[in-house]
Structures are given as structure tokens and as C-alpha cells.
């Protein structure tokens, strides 16, 4: 006879609560069969209910009714609406839509040609020109190079406030390379935050000054920082909700890089 | 402020049209349950709040993606499941060597032979479950995941599957790599008893 493996007693021991809910599941009449006739798998199946069964369901603290709405409020200002769908585009007409394409096509081919043709007379341009003329360089991809700084850089954040809020606030071997890194992220900040206010940014220029706030408490401390500072620090960043702050402003980039290509505006 | 009596696809309709006001009333109606299976995940009051506002927020985000046909509370759902793992997985590094300390064989040792001289039945369940804890948190993020979904979530094999986006064989695997982990940590302390 061929005995029943842990695995098998482990998916029937399952199946078998499963069922009690959702109906009878197909294995489960073979490894009940088998079961049945089978003193030793009986026996193994006893002791892994028994565990099993010693091991609760973790029942987490009770949220009051206002929970939701709570969590809402939370969310509420975080979030952009959404725009209202635009007519579709098979909504137009195929006939429209195929001169749409071929129009579309045409201006392709047409700037693409061109696109061909001006660099060519760049090239011989520039072959003629002083060399600090042609070290010149366009202004899109120097917009392009600093929304992947400030998403790198949020994301470096995010990380190290995630370890600061976890951080065991008397282990100076947890917190010097927090502040090592803080001072890193410190002068990656101000870039940001300059950049920011240049573009008028209402969400990330306060945000970046607030982590700039955390970042430099971290980093420009005399000394080494004390358990209640650290401890501080902590209630600080869990008061302002920050970090849900760099999370949101986080998701938020692709789209802006989006904007900035389309637009072809600033960040 | 909130229209409840709307169904789930009506809201995210409303809410696709422009309307984020809309999404108050899927907040509320799913927070507590994605609280509870964040919270069973990470085992940490402050993280499943995290997590439940993330996936929140990142539902929201997402909702273009979501497909009308599929059930919002099991889409949603299944975001905050990614999100708690990811929590763990984040802080697994500094918290596990802690853990399998605190799990050693001797030390469960120590701690069980004061109980053979008759201490408060209340203190013994408590130290069963300070160390079913431990054994849980012994766990890697995804066995840790799977079993919750598993066996205190009552969730079938292809939906934690779904979940974590492995196959459902690898999710049954999961759960017995969980299990076989947590009988053989716990394994002591079921002879002592």
C-alpha cells in the first residue's frame, strides 16, 4: 500500500476545512479512502490536526466603525481625480480613424526626413563652428535626467525612513549609517527641493522641506544622537506622516514624466 | 458624504468619470478586511496600517487596469497581500536572526522546564503563543504569507497563488514548507505539554 506523503495529508487537512464552506473538493475522496484503511496515515493525520489545530487564527485589534472613514480621510487628499473618459477612438468612425493614421503616418515620414536632413547640416555645422558651441546640449533630456534624481532619490528616502521609523533607538551600530546616508540624501535634497520651487511644485516643494528638515536633525546633530532623540525624531516622523507623504509623491513620477514629455514643460 | 447603497463597479465607474469622492465609499467598505489580513501578515499594528493605506492608494492608482468583470474586494485584497509582503520582506533582514534566536531548542528548554513545577495556566498559553509567534515570524515572507492565507484566512491554494503571482504549485508548496517548519520549531514544546 502506498502511503500517504506529509504533503498530501497537509493539502487534505485543508481541503477537508475548505469543504466545510465552499463543497467537496476532488482529492480529497482518495486521501480520505485511504485514510480510512490505513492505520499509520491515520495516525500521522491525527498529529498534524493536532498541530494544526493548536495553531489559532491571529485575531488582530478590534478598529471601531469610523475606521474606514478614518483610513479615508488619511487618503482623501493624496489622491487626484480622474479625468473624464474622452470619446473613443473607434467612436469616430473607422473611416475617420484610418485618415486619422494615415495623416499621422505622413507627418511621421515627414519629420523624420527632416529630422535626417538637420542633423546632417548640424554635423557639417558643427564641423565649422568653435568647440564650446557644439558642447551645447538640448534642454528635454537634462529635464528627463532630473525626474529619474528625484524619483532615485524619493526611493532612497523612502528607505531610509522606513528604517529610521524601525530602528532600535539605542543601537549606534543601527544609527550611524542612517546618518551617513542622511547626509548623502541631504545635499540630493536640496537639488529637489531648488528644482521644485522652480517649477512651483504646491505638493513636492513642502514635502522636500520637510524631509529636508528630518534629514538634516539626522545628519547635522552634534555628536552621536541620544536614545530619546532618536525616539523623538521617530514620533516626529510618525506625527507628520511623511512617509506616506515620499510613498505618494513616489507614485506619482511616471506620470510626471509623462506630462514633461508631452508638454514638453518642466518638472 | 459616502453613497453606500452603491455597488462596488457602480463607484468605480463614478469614480473613473471623475468622481474620487466615489472611492470613500470602497475605502470604507473594504479597510477592515484588508486591515485584518495585513495585520495577520506583518504582526504589526503601525505596518498594517501602512499597508492598507498603500494598497489603497495604489488600487486607486491602478483602477484603469482593473477589469469590471473581476470582484473589487478580491482585486483589492490581493494588493494589500503584495504590499504586506513586501513590508516583511523589507525588515526580514534584521528581524530574523533575532527570531531564530529567541527559538533556539535550549531556550525553549529553559523556558518550559520552570512549567513541570506548576506555574499559572495562563502564563504556559502565553508562552505557547509568544512562541507560535516567533515560529511564524521564523518563517520566509512568502511561507509566512501563504500559511496565513492559508490556514487563518481560509483562502485555497490557486487564490494564494493569485495573490503572490506564483503557480499554485508553488503556493502549495509554500504552505507545506510553512507547515513542516512550524511542527518541527514547535515540536518541543508538544512533548513538553
New interface residues.
Given amino acids: 500500500m502506498k502511503h500517504l506523503k506529509?504533503?498530501e495529508l497537509?493539502?487534505h487537512y485543508?481541503s477537508q476545512?475548505?469543504s466545510q464552506?465552499?463543497g467537496p473538493d476532488e482529492g480529497e475522496g482518495v486521501a480520505a479512502d485511504h485514510l480510512a484503511s490505513c492505520a499509520a496515515c491515520a495516525a500521522d493525520f491525527a498529529a498534524?490536526r493536532s498541530?494544526?489545530g493548536?495553531?489559532?487564527?491571529?485575531e488582530?485589534?478590534v478598529?471601531d466603525a469610523a475606521?474606514?472613514?478614518q483610513?479615508?480621510e488619511?487618503?482623501?487628499n493624496?489622491?487626484?481625480?480622474?479625468?473624464?473618459?474622452k470619446r473613443r477612438w473607434l467612436g469616430v468612425g473607422l473611416g475617420k480613424s484610418l485618415s486619422y493614421a494615415a495623416a499621422c503616418g505622413l507627418l511621421a515620414a515627414c519629420a523624420f526626413v527632416a529630422g535626417r536632413q538637420w542633423e546632417r547640416k548640424q554635423v557639417q555645422t558643427a564641423s565649422v563652428r568653435p568647440p564650446q558651441q557644439t558642447q551645447l546640449a538640448p534642454a528635454h533630456p537634462q529635464q528627463r535626467v532630473v525626474v529619474v534624481v528625484l524619483s532615485d532619490h524619493l526611493e532612497r528616502s523612502e528607505r531610509l525612513l522606513?528604517q529610521l521609523k524601525?530602528a532600535d533607538a539605542d543601537s549606534e551600530e543601527?544609527i550611524s549609517p542612517l546618518r551617513d546616508q542622511a547626509r548623502v540624501l541631504l545635499a540630493a535634497n536640496r537639488i529637489c527641493r531648488q528644482d521644485a520651487n522652480k517649477a512651483d511644485d504646491p505638493e513636492l516643494a513642502p514635502a522636500l522641506d520637510r524631509l529636508d528638515h528630518v534629514l538634516a536633525q539626522l545628519a547635522n546633530h552634534p555628536g552621536p544622537l541620544s536614545a530619546a532623540e532618536i525616539t523623538r525624531l521617530q514620533d516626529e516622523l510618525?506625527a507628520s506622516g511623511l512617509?506616506?507623504e515620499v510613498?505618494?509623491l513616489r507614485?506619482r513620477i511616471p506620470e510626471h514624466r509623462t506630462a514633461a514629455r508631452a508638454n514638453g514643460g518642466t518638472i | 458624504m459616502f453613497r453606500m447603497g452603491k455597488n462596488d463597479q457602480a463607484a468605480i465607474r463614478a469614480i473613473l468619470s471623475g468622481d474620487k469622492e466615489a472611492y470613500g465609499a470602497l475605502v470604507v467598505r473594504h479597510s477592515h478586511s484588508l486591515f485584518r489580513v495585513a495585520f495577520r501578515i506583518t504582526g504589526n499594528e503601525a505596518d498594517a496600517e501602512d499597508v492598507v493605506q498603500e494598497a489603497l492608494l495604489r488600487g486607486y492608482q491602478k483602477l484603469e487596469s482593473f477589469e469590471s468583470r473581476s470582484n473589487f474586494g478580491t482585486w483589492i485584497y490581493r494588493i494589500a497581500v503584495r504590499c504586506a509582503l513586501d513590508r516583511i520582506s523589507s525588515r526580514k533582514g534584521d528581524k530574523g536572526s533575532r527570531v531564530a534566536e529567541e527559538t533556539d531548542p535550549e531556550q525553549d528548554e529553559v523556558q518550559l522546564a520552570a512549567q513541570s513545577a506548576g506555574p499559572d495556566r495562563l502564563l504556559l498559553s502565553g508562552e505557547i503563543a509568544a512562541l507560535q509567534q516567533a515560529a511564524l515570524g521564523a518563517l520566509t515572507p512568502t511561507e509566512r504569507t501563504a500559511f496565513v492565507l492559508r490556514h487563518m484566512e481560509d483562502r485555497s491554494s490557486e487564490e494564494i497563488a493569485a495573490a503572490l503571482g506564483i503557480a499554485p504549485n508553488a503556493a502549495k508548496q509554500a504552505v507545506f514548507r510553512a507547515v513542516q517548519k512550524l511542527r518541527l520549531r514547535l515540536a518541543p514544546l508538544r512533548v513538553r505539554i
Avoid at chain 1, 493548536?54 to 491571529?58: I, K, M, Q, S, Y
Avoid at chain 1, 493624496?78 to 473618459?85: C, G, H, N, V
Fill in positions: 506529509e504533503e497537509v493539502e485543508y476545512s475548505q464552506s465552499q498534524l498541530d494544526l493548536e495553531f489559532p487564527a491571529v488582530p485589534p478598529r475606521y474606514g472613514e483610513v479615508w488619511s487618503l482623501r493624496a489622491l487626484p481625480a480622474y479625468e473624464k473618459p522606513v524601525h543601527t510618525k512617509l506616506f510613498r505618494v507614485t
